[in-house]
């Protein structure tokens, strides 16, 4: 057998990092197993074995790499748009928009491991990531009137209620609503 080279095992760990990332958001942490998560990218459960020391040290690191791509798509917001407002504006349309209702493996993170978080307990690394992602986003999202924590958990909440009512009246209905709600020129 050869042995692998230290830098495609960097490319490894980072294929795999990236796949996990993406995976988990679209079917959850446990809709995923490491086998599965391995053979996605061409790679053998020995592989992830040699990478990392457990499922839950993968989990850790996908939901950083996750809040890091949304930390860039925010950057991105700033950048094309200039000034705060016009960018957090922006970034509402495409939030609400089917696109992302429909692409939760490369949707926001907050929304994407929610329901990992909330339905099990987990190593305090995973709940930290997370909870520094959604304080991240939150002061991204604040203005003069608020932290924007009200914004992200009317934004989390639509799109998360909007997926699971998928092909459904009801789904374009909440993200419309929603978008009105949040763009009105009395809202938030």
């Given at each position: 057998?050869?042995?692998?080279?230290?830098?495609?095992?960097?490319?490894?760990?980072?294929?795999?990092?990236?796949?996990?990332?993406?995976?988990?958001r679209e079917r959850g942490v446990n809709g995923i197993s490491v086998a599965d998560l391995m053979?996605?990218?061409?790679?053998?459960?020995?592989?992830?074995?040699?990478?990392?020391?457990?499922?839950?040290?993968?989990?850790?690191?996908?939901?950083?790499?996750?809040?890091?791509?949304?930390?860039?798509?925010?950057?991105?917001?700033?950048?094309?748009?200039?000034?705060?407002?016009?960018?957090?504006?922006?970034?509402?349309?495409?939030?609400?928009?089917?696109?992302?209702?429909?692409?939760?493996?490369?949707?926001?993170?907050?929304?994407?491991?929610?329901?990992?978080?909330?339905?099990?307990?987990?190593?305090?690394?995973?709940?930290?990531?997370?909870?520094?992602?959604?304080?991240?986003?939150?002061?991204?999202?604040?203005?003069?009137?608020?932290?924007?924590?009200?914004?992200?958990?009317?934004?989390?909440?639509?799109?998360?209620?909007?997926?699971?009512?998928?092909?459904?009246?009801?789904?374009?209905?909440?993200?419309?609503?929603?978008?009105?709600?949040?763009?009105?020129?009395?809202?938030?």
């Open positions: 057998m050869s042995r692998v080279s230290q830098a495609q095992a960097l490319e490894n760990r980072r294929r795999a990092v990236a796949a996990a990332s993406q995976l988990f053979k996605s990218i061409g790679l053998t459960t020995g592989g992830f074995y040699k990478q990392f020391p457990s499922k839950e040290a993968l989990v850790t690191e996908a939901a950083q790499a996750a809040f890091g791509d949304l930390d860039l798509l925010l950057a991105k917001f700033d950048t094309t748009h200039g000034d705060r407002e016009t960018a957090r504006g922006a970034l509402v349309d495409f939030y609400l928009s089917t696109e992302h209702r429909d692409q939760p493996g490369t949707g926001c993170p907050a929304a994407g491991f929610a329901g990992d978080m909330a339905r099990e307990p987990s190593a305090a690394d995973v709940g930290e990531t997370y909870a520094a992602g959604v304080e991240k986003f939150a002061a991204w999202l604040s203005s003069d009137a608020d932290d924007g924590l009200p914004m992200v958990a009317t934004l989390v909440g639509a799109i998360l209620l909007a997926r699971a009512t998928a092909g459904t009246e009801l789904s374009e209905k909440i993200l419309e609503s929603t978008h009105e709600a949040l763009t009105a020129p009395d809202g938030p």
